[in-house]
């Protein structure tokens, strides 16, 4: 158990729908990050926030948005949903202190999402 | 760091022998090069990390060797055993850079 917590596990929608995934990072980690796994894409990395703002941008569509709380817990936002969203989604964590200087990334469970 | 290439994307070997996977990067400020394992059903794992200020890194049965002139790190895995089998992703990042880009990943399988 890594301590990043990702709700829910599984989540099923249909396409043009809108849905949210939660992430809760280790405690102390001020960074949290977003990435979709596919089969054929490997780990795409989306987004990046650092207490509460955002730090670096990924290939992040524009119907996909993402906040940062003031307890750190983190959401993605995927909306006007697509066949080719389904992926999994991970969140990971770390304590970032210093800018630019990367660490040890403490990934969730991940959600899977499937979109029919 | 935008580009990382990772060779292979498959690799089969016997219990107990070497496995090898490369990894090449374009962006010459990167200082960050992290090696995750990822089984099956399950979250990706640091298992090895280097900066660029270091050329090997050991421990244990894994080691990993960066070459920041010719911009290619390498995950090295002696005596491989059966658990082993998993997919490994590198990474690489820092510098000005805040995120890590990850390769396409290595499927290896390790045949008792």
């Known amino acids: 158990d890594s301590g990043v917590t990702q709700t829910p596990k599984h989540l099923i929608t249909a396409t043009g729908q809108r849905v949210t995934l939660r992430c809760s990072p280790r405690?102390?980690?001020?960074?949290v990050y977003w990435y979709q796994q596919s089969l054929d894409q490997g780990l795409q990395f989306l987004i990046q926030?650092?207490?509460?703002?955002?730090?670096a941008k990924g290939n992040i569509l524009e119907r996909f948005s993402a906040q940062q709380f003031p307890d750190l817990h983190s959401e993605l936002n995927l909306s006007s949903l697509e066949l080719g969203d389904s992926a999994l989604y991970f969140c990971?964590?770390?304590?970032?202190?210093?800018?630019?200087?990367?660490?040890?990334?403490?990934f969730g469970p991940g959600t899977r999402l499937t979109v029919l | 760091g935008e580009n990382v290439e990772q060779h292979p994307s498959t690799l089969s070997v016997q219990e107990g022998d070497s496995a090898v996977i490369k990894c090449t990067y374009s962006?010459?400020?990167?200082?960050?090069f992290p090696w995750y394992k990822q089984e099956l059903g399950k979250r990706p794992q640091l298992i090895i990390d280097?900066?660029?200020?270091?050329g090997e890194k050991k421990d244990q049965r894994i080691a990993v060797t960066l070459n920041k002139t010719a911009k290619h790190f390498s995950l090295h895995i002696t005596e491989t055993q059966p658990e082993d089998s998993a997919v490994y992703f590198c990474?690489?990042?820092?510098?000005?850079?805040?995120?890590?880009?990850f390769g396409k990943g290595t499927l290896l399988t390790v045949n008792p």
């Open positions: 926030y650092y207490n509460g703002e955002e730090r």
């Open positions: 990971a964590s770390s304590v970032g202190k210093l800018a630019g200087a990367l660490g040890e990334q403490f």
């Open positions: 990474a690489e990042g820092g510098g000005s850079n805040y995120k890590l880009t």
């Open positions: 405690s102390g980690d001020l960074s």
């Open positions: 962006d010459s400020a990167s200082n960050y």
């Open positions: 280097i900066r660029s200020n270091v």
